[in-house]
């Protein structure tokens, strides 16, 4: 691909060499004079003297010294992600059903819908037109998939989710385990039924080995566009926004809410019914106490989790302390002396 043909895919303007080819991407360390590359930030354009990159996509105020070839665009992370789409497209598989699959009684399958090898459908199960299930794949009892979802091999859904257009579940991933419901008798845990549905929005993707619990009673959600990485785990009656981000290895226990737009760091640990509002940010590591509210726009860090500003203060006042103690030890041998002397 040449740079103007590049530049045009992206609607952008493009500068130096527009008959220059292309062949892939890289970083700006490992890119080369065939390769494009971009810059995101202060320390990348420093970066970006140095680079052999045969094109970058840079901002639109980015001063070109006038010896490369760029392409400006209004947000340099956001073009590059689409050209990579662009020189490294997924690879599609043929429609069809493997003589191995496994299709109950009454499934209902729209046009373009792969369903590979020992993957099994249930009764009354409804796949979208274009949807690839992937091998060993296990999809319960009236599962609904919208059109274009992508189940990675290995994925198990049980019986009555419900999972919007566009949906990607990446391998090893559980949707509708029942949720972690007990009560006490007689000094014995018994199981509380766990009768309730999972509802997935549309665009959203579950990283691996992530696990969405089915609710006790009524649904546990994750509304549109919401991301959750590998290892996350989603109790019984959740209810996730939209456009949410979370990484890995983060648990959120039963009835947690989490408003749209939200930003969840990794290794995370949320307490029952505890709400976490619009835009909120919890950075990684944090534990968020039962029924607590993390406000709108709200940063926060620590367990338990305060305002970033007083984690702050009290990660430096326990680095003073080995100082504090230092002194509180010379003023008791001064006050024993003190004490001798007199």
């Given at each position: 691909m040449r740079v103007r043909e590049l530049a045009e895919w992206l609607g952008a303007t493009y500068e130096g060499d527009g008959e220059k080819d292309l062949t892939g991407a890289a970083t700006l360390e490992t890119a080369g004079s065939s390769e494009v590359s971009f810059v995101g930030?202060?320390?990348?354009?420093?970066?970006?003297?140095?680079?052999?990159?045969?094109?970058?996509?840079?901002?639109?105020?980015?001063?070109?010294?006038?010896?490369?070839?760029?392409?400006r665009v209004p947000e340099a992370r956001t073009a590059f992600a689409r050209t990579l789409s662009r020189f490294y497209p997924t690879a599609e598989l043929q429609p069809g059903v493997h003589p191995t699959a496994v299709l109950g009684k009454n499934v209902e399958m729209g046009a373009l819908v792969y369903v590979g090898p020992h993957a099994v459908v249930g009764d009354g199960a409804r796949i979208g037109v274009a949807c690839s299930i992937g091998a060993g794949c296990s999809i319960g009892k009236r599962v609904v998939l919208?059109?274009?979802?992508?189940?990675?091999?290995?994925?198990?859904?049980?019986?009555?989710?419900?999972?919007?257009?566009?949906?990607?579940?990446?391998?090893?991933?559980?949707?509708?385990?029942?949720?972690?419901?007990?009560?006490?008798?007689h000094d014995r845990w018994h199981k509380?039924?766990?009768?309730?549905?999972?509802?997935?929005?549309?665009?959203?993707?579950?990283?691996?080995?992530?696990?969405?619990?089915?609710?006790?009673?009524?649904?546990?959600?994750?509304?549109?566009?919401?991301?959750?990485?590998?290892?996350?785990?989603?109790?019984?009656?959740?209810?996730?926004?939209?456009?949410?981000?979370v990484a890995a290895q983060t648990g959120f226990s039963g009835g947690v809410v989490v408003e749209d737009y939200a930003m969840i760091g990794g290794q995370v640990g949320i307490g029952d019914k505890a709400r976490i509002e619009t835009r909120a940010t919890l950075g990684s590591g944090c534990g968020v106490l039962n029924s607590k509210i993390v406000r709108s726009g709200e940063?926060?860090?620590?367990?338990?989790?305060?305002?970033?500003?007083?984690?702050?203060?009290?990660l430096?006042?326990?680095?003073?302390?080995p100082d504090l103690r230092r002194e509180v030890a010379d003023l008791k041998r001064q006050l024993a002396s003190m004490k001798r002397s007199a």
């Open positions: 930030s202060r320390k990348a354009g420093i970066q970006a003297e140095s680079s052999a990159a045969g094109c970058l996509l840079v901002p639109l105020e980015w001063p070109n010294p006038g010896y490369r070839t760029v392409i919208g059109e274009g979802c992508i189940l990675h091999p290995n994925v198990t859904v049980y019986d009555n989710v419900d999972i919007g257009r566009g949906a990607i579940l990446h391998s090893g991933c559980v949707i509708g385990a029942d949720g972690f419901g007990y009560v006490m008798e509380f039924p766990q009768v309730g549905r999972v509802e997935i929005g549309d665009f959203v993707e579950i990283g691996a080995n992530a696990c969405v619990d089915r609710a006790a009673l009524g649904v546990t959600s994750i509304g549109e566009g919401t991301k959750l990485d590998n290892m996350v785990h989603v109790g019984h009656n959740c209810r996730i926004g939209r456009h949410v981000v940063i926060v860090w620590g367990t338990p989790a305060r305002p970033l500003k007083q984690h702050l203060e009290t430096a006042n326990l680095a003073r302390l």
